[in-house]
């Protein structure tokens, strides 16, 4: 649920982002410019929580699994499978971020004259590629979080003679792990 909410957001980032270029070619006047840069503003404070909350999102929930696995003798692969999330979003994430507030600083240099504006509407159309790439990423891995939680959850329940025993919800005995090898 919170990944979905997270996801929700850098949905909405995407979009004010999408928003925000197309301001940027209208911008005719000091009230368009100003527009223009708010929602920009906007856009990325929008986009940075939400990577950064997915990030720390992925932290915690690799946390929890980490000690269901200690707690419940789980199969230390569960551990890995989280370690992978974060190895897989973490780059997109970090590259969409700091592409998102390049843009926006490079777009102060356009309306100083530093920079062309060439410059500044490039790098948009990389970040927008590059935010709508993370989303994908963000979508495939809270995805998969969220059926390793549920896995490990209905793992947990068979190990301590919980509701998921009886329900007959959990993995099958093979893939319990821990008790085979030891």
Known sequence: MMGRALLTVGAMATLGLLVTGLLGYAVDDIDSAG????????????????????????????????????????????????????????PALMLAMVLAMATFILGGGVDTGAIPAWIHQGMFLVTLAVQLRSLWIEQQVLDANARLLARVDRLAAVSSGGPGAASGAAEPAGDAGGEEEG
């Open 35 to 90: 527009r223009h840069v708010l929602i920009a503003l906007a856009s990325c404070v929008l986009l940075l929580f939400s990577h950064c909350w997915i990030m720390f999102y992925l932290i915690g929930t690799g946390k929890a699994v980490k000690q269901a696995v200690a707690d419940y003798g789980l199969p230390l692969e569960l551990v890995e499978e989280t370690r992978q999330f974060k190895s897989r979003s973490y």
